[in-house]
């Protein structure tokens, strides 16, 4: 029973170096979410997905990319990291409830990266 | 621009104590209200609110929904120890959703 699964959970990088976070849910759920965390901030959306090979950008989508191949994964991208891109990440997931999107969401248990 | 707003952004009450939580909303396209806990992790969900006026109820904590007024309070009695965590408010329009920052409440002993 995984859920929504993140991976890695921690990483430390370098500025401009590259990395991917992966999000995985077995729910067979429409909706991809990426947010991300900061002290005092809540939760600010990055990037969001309705569906396989669609993705909109959310509140703060500069300096980041997604990509939604599969239906159940949803990647998060960051080409040239920069310290202000430090921070955790979320993934969820939320189903469409014939037409009515008022579902609960169901989180990952967030990926905690540094950039130096 | 969509807002939602929680208020107080921290608090902290002793053990027994009740507390109230507010979350104030402006958002084009209104469709739910959630309420999530947050402790070391991942949110956790708490209630989602979709009619007014109509109070949802889990052990100590209840929380309503006032869609003229455009708020939610979270209501938690008897406060515990394992209440203290960031609780979140969220309201979703289509499919974004917006999130308040968070109260911040701690109990202590």
């Known amino acids: 029973n995984a859920g929504v699964t993140q991976t890695p959970k921690f990483r430390v990088l370098k500025t401009g170096q590259s990395m991917t976070l992966l999000c995985a849910q077995d729910?067979?759920?429409?909706?991809m979410y990426w947010y991300r965390q900061d002290p005092g901030m809540g939760l600010r959306l990055i990037h969001y997905?309705?569906?396989?090979?669609?993705?909109a950008k959310g509140e703060v989508p500069d300096g980041y990319n997604v990509s939604r191949l599969k239906k159940q994964n949803f990647l998060l991208g960051l080409e040239s990291a920069a310290p202000s891109q430090t921070s955790v990440y979320f993934c969820?997931?939320?189903?469409?409830?014939?037409?009515?999107?008022?579902?609960?969401?169901?989180f990952g248990e967030g990926s905690r990266l540094t950039v130096l | 621009e969509d807002k939602v707003v929680q208020s107080p952004l921290s608090l902290v009450v002793h053990e027994g104590d009740t507390v109230t939580l507010n979350c104030s909303y402006e958002?084009?396209?209104?469709?739910?209200l959630l309420w999530y806990k947050q402790e070391k992790k991942a949110p956790t969900f708490l209630f989602m609110l979709?009619?007014?006026?109509i109070e949802k109820k889990s052990g100590r904590l209840s929380s309503i929904l006032d869609k003229k007024e455009l708020f939610s309070i979270l209501n938690i009695t008897a406060t515990q120890t394992g209440d203290s965590a960031i609780y979140l408010c969220?309201?979703?329009?289509?499919?974004?959703?917006?999130f308040g920052k968070g109260t911040r409440l701690s109990v202590i002993a």
């Open positions: 969820a997931s939320r189903a469409n409830l014939a037409g009515v999107t008022t579902g609960e969401l169901f």
């Open positions: 997905s309705v569906g396989e090979g669609t993705t």
């Open positions: 958002v084009t396209n209104f469709r739910s």
């Open positions: 979709t009619s007014s006026g």
């Open positions: 729910m067979n759920h429409e909706y």
């Open positions: 969220a309201v979703v329009k289509g499919t974004p959703l917006v």
